[in-house]
């Protein structure tokens, strides 16, 4: 089902934001990313002294005069670097009247565009069962951001999703070149950190962004009987369904794994340098990036 996930005020709110990478990449030339090393932009950055071998247009005949010395001037170093997003496909996205799949997509799309914006290369991984599909191709500036946008809008979300397998199956040599998003609930019995483990072993920048719905963080409105439908298990024989009946125990035993669940999430991330966001999708997914990606220090 098509639907506009990204409108025209939007975009103008984003126009004002730039991405920022925490760590040194090496990426490739040509981009907007400061980096540590020195380059060939016309920025000024430092002045060293000359040694053999050395560009001798580089030296600086004020600082000779002055020192009787030669020093070469040296030059800020910028790089392109590229963006990954894995989005889960699965069923579970799906609930909550579409709104979680909703919010994933307006979330890839946000940061599809501050990509774009910068120049940066852009990939939209889609992960389905245990691989990642990439319809898109690698996307570089606003127009190819535009023309791949409807792939967005018409994505469907069903059955289940391997993290582990769909990143770590994903064939993509990049390493230490930018930064990898994972969207997801999360709510899987794949070992999604291992997928985590093996982008850090890229030496990637990883980020991920935990979309939970209203009804996930609190489901239970009434006592009583009820049956319990998993997103993603089968027909109604499916041994994930299953009947019972809610006490204020069971909803207090819900509050507290969920409590626990994303503390551990939080802490997994912490320990290994990834950014965690969770987001609830009945909050407006613009003011959820503004707020979560300037306070992590992703956008400027």
Partial sequence: ??????????????????????????????????????????????????????????????????????FVRLFADERQMHMRIFLDCSASMEKADREKARFALRATAALGFLSAQ?????????????????PCGLMTGKNSFYLNLARLEELEFKGETDIEKAVTNYSDDGTNDGLTVIISDFLTESDWKKAVDYLIFRKRQVMLIQVLSPEELNPFNNNGRMFLRDAEAGDITDERHMKMKITKAHIEAYRDALRDFKAGIKAFCASRGVTFLSADCGEPVDRFLFRELLTAGTVR
């Fill in 1 to 70: 089902m098509k639907e506009r996930i990204i409108d025209d005020d939007f975009i103008c709110r984003l126009e004002t934001m730039a991405l920022y990478l925490q760590n040194p990449m090496r990426g490739f030339f040509g981009g907007n990313h400061r980096t540590d090393s020195y380059g060939q932009t016309v920025e000024f950055a430092d002045f060293r002294e000359y040694v053999l071998g050395d560009d001798i247009r580089y030296v600086d005949w004020n600082l000779y005069g002055r020192f009787e010395k030669h």
């Fill in 118 to 134: 910068n120049m940066d290369k852009t990939s939209f991984l889609f992960m389905k069962g245990g691989f990642a599909d990439n």
